[in-house]
């Protein structure tokens, strides 16, 4: 059974800091790996898409990394600010799988 | 705006009560899903259309019926809720294809939520 774990669960950093964010993931079977991004009391932007194939994406000043082998993805968030300030989700789709198993999220705040 | 929206975005009901939830994708997809995000827990998957296939999670109560008239419109109908079922309720889409029986599934988008209460 896929579980899928994120660490910190919270994290306080200035604004300006470059920051990581972990995901792991139990089995390594993955058809893709979804990164979101949710505002308190709102739905879920998707923020990057990881096939299994590849190793990373980026968009802006994210950047998301895939090691299926070891069963970890991070999202590497530069020069963070404010407006950044949200919890993060991972979640994974297994091979031939509708399903996206996700992690419980690491909450952000990027204090000014 | 992710081009899926939900109605209500805040509903208060009664155990007794019978409501209907409401999601529509303008995106063209072909998929749509139901997920249930509780406090302190992960996102679960409730219900899923999928290439006009209804997959349905097993440990979903039968208090909740979905039903997909079409690609667009995805609809979680709710009866004798309890408290316990309050939570903010996700829709999403995606588009997914099937070429000579192989599946491949894309991002998926998700929808603003509907808060729901149960008294």
Redesign the interface.
Known sequence: KQE?TQIPAALSVPEGENLVLNCSFTDSAI??L?W?RQDP??????LL?IQSSQREQTSGRLNASLDKSSGRSTLYIAASQPGDSATY?C?V?GD??????????TRLLVRP | E?G?T?TPRHLVMGMTNKKSLKCEQHLGHN?M?WYKQSA??????MF?Y?LEER?ENNSVPSRFSPECPNSSHLFLHLHTLQPEDSA?Y?C?SSQ?RRTSG??S?????????T?LTVL
């Open positions: 899928v058809y893709n979804q979101f009391g709102k739905g879920l932007t998707s898409l989700l979640a789709r031939s799988s509708y399903k996206l198993i996700f992690g419980s999220g | 992710t899926v939900q998929a899903y302190k827990k992960p996102l679960e998957l899923v999928s997959v903010l996700l999403a997914d192989v599946y599934y894309n991002e998926q988008f998700f929808g603003p939520g808060r």
